[in-house]
T-cell receptor
């Protein structure tokens, strides 16, 4: 979805480095999410945010942190990267005002992160 | 936790053939979503289902929300080469928070011209 922009698209870094992945959206959605995708495992939720300054852990939050300083931006940080965090990372957004509980999520094009 | 089984894992078909894939859940869902992911891109929503028994079409794609609320299928008719990609189902549990989607592991579709 062109309205959900992730930067960088690709990143190679070394073990122990601090990494920040950025996500920005022009959809005006209030909810934002970070997922990681590994081959054969599908998409797993890392963190999610319902509004500015709201942060909630997903199913695999260990080793990650997030920041939601503005409605349109949600950043994911790896404080000290390790090789098993090599994966494809996706940001997604949804609109809580849409059809009550059932709003679908819209995804960015992903960040491919490799940790050596 | 919730289990969501998607099958088949992969399919190799000839152009023009119909395709069917499905997802089953260990718990009741109140929403089923079907996404397609092209190489190098994020998942794109194809069809959203919100009621048990609901049958919804999007062009050559048809999806149904199972009556038991524990399954859903996606059919693609008259496949074409651009249908190639990974198809994901995702469901939302009726008893949980409205944020969390559980994703299937995906069906990799290859279409031979």
């Amino acid at each position: 979805d062109a309205d959900v922009t992730q930067t960088p698209r690709n990143r190679i870094t070394k073990t122990g480095k601090r990494i920040m992945l950025e996500c920005s959206q022009t959809k005006g959605h209030d909810r934002m999410y970070w997922y990681r995708q590994d081959p054969g495992l599908g998409l797993r939720l890392i963190y999610y945010s319902f509004d500015v300054k709201d942060i909630n852990k997903g199913e695999i939050s260990d080793g990650y942190s997030v920041s939601r300083q503005a409605q349109a931006k949600f950043s994911l940080s790896l404080e000290s990267a390790i090789p098993n965090q090599t994966a494809l990372y996706f940001c997604a957004t949804s609109d809580s005002a849409m059809t009550g509980l059932n709003q679908p999520q819209h995804f960015g094009d992903g960040t491919r992160l490799s940790i050596l | 936790g919730q289990q969501l089984n998607q099958s088949p894992q992969s399919m190799f078909i000839q152009e023009g053939e119909d395709v069917s894939m499905n997802c089953t859940s260990s718990s009741i869902f109140n929403t089923w979503l079907w996404y397609k992911q092209d190489p190098g891109e994020g998942p794109v929503l194809l069809i959203a289902l919100y009621k048990a028994g609901e049958l919804t079409s999007n062009g050559r794609l048809t999806a149904q929300f199972g009556i038991t609320r524990k399954d859903s299928f996606l059919n693609i008719s008259a496949s074409i080469p651009s249908d190639v990609g990974i198809y994901f189902c995702a469901g939302r549990n009726s008893g949980g928070s409205n944020y969390k989607l559980t994703f299937g592991k995906g069906t990799l579709l290859t279409v031979n011209p």
